[in-house]
């Protein structure tokens, strides 16, 4: 498949691979601006992604040197990994929503051992058995990857119009992911006349055919009890009332319909909470939920690093069933089970 699309009304992409990974690659979009191409999103940090990124922008008739922008949908290195490099190359401003702005500044400044205790005491406190836990104190780890990610230079204020001259792009706040995510709506007419409302830069916000991972949100400074899956549920009935005529995803394809596919995620999470709610008839730790929800394999196939992803996801549904009431914590447990109400 070519490496550049042509989407129309001034906006084309490039498939910037992201290696070793089933995601495969990451859209970064190419939109035209009166002061030259500003990008959502740039790729993840690696010499063949970075030259593919540069190979693409030629072919889209531009060059990286022109970029006058990138707007960061969020933090995560497929999406923010080629900024500083993007900034360093163009002298573009790089803009990011404050929440994911704070987690880019904390993995500068925290030291690898710091996250890694962070970690285990997380893990311990979901009932991870010892063998799970054990890497993480392994003196052999000593750095984690993607921790000097670019800050940026600007804020993304959610509701405002984000400086583009020439184009409406309006941020639209959607935690969830992370928290903070935000889709851009390019509020104009679809250049196809699809109907609907303009066009909407989705992130990993809202994915033709993937569910976005929500687990918790990592900050060893904060203790405040969040709801990820809560935040994801409101941010996806956002985008659903915008109803766009299309949807441009950072990943797989751009796709329309984007009321249908929100009720289809809404649907997906409601029934896993019911599931998950069923699970609880007794009492069970994060871990142990974990091990007993329904995944792509069994449980007993799936990968270290996966399994800590599936916990984080076990915890942020935990927590929804805990702020609906529907499940809480049982007394004088520890690790602390969860058991339905
Ligand atoms: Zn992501
Ligand atoms: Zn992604």
Redesign the pocket.
Known sequence: MAVTFDHGGGVRSVRVPIPDNPLGHTLVYVVDTDRGPVLIDTGWDDPGSWDTLVAGLAACGTAVGEVHGVVIT?H?P??HGLSARVRAASGAWVALHAADAAIVRRARETRPERWLSYMAAKLTAAGAPEEHVAPLRSPRVRSLPGLSPALPDREIVPGELLDLPGRRLRAIWTPG??PGHVCLHLEEEHPARLPGHGRLFS??HLLPEIT??IGLYEDPDDATVTDPLGDYLDSLERIGRLTPAEILPAHQHPFTDAPARVRALLDHHQSRLSNLLALLAAPLTPWQLAERMDWNRPWSDIPYGSRTIAVSEAESHLRRLVKQGRAEPVPGSEPVAYVAV
């Open positions: 969020h995560h497929d999406h992911h992370t992130g990993d976005p991972h």
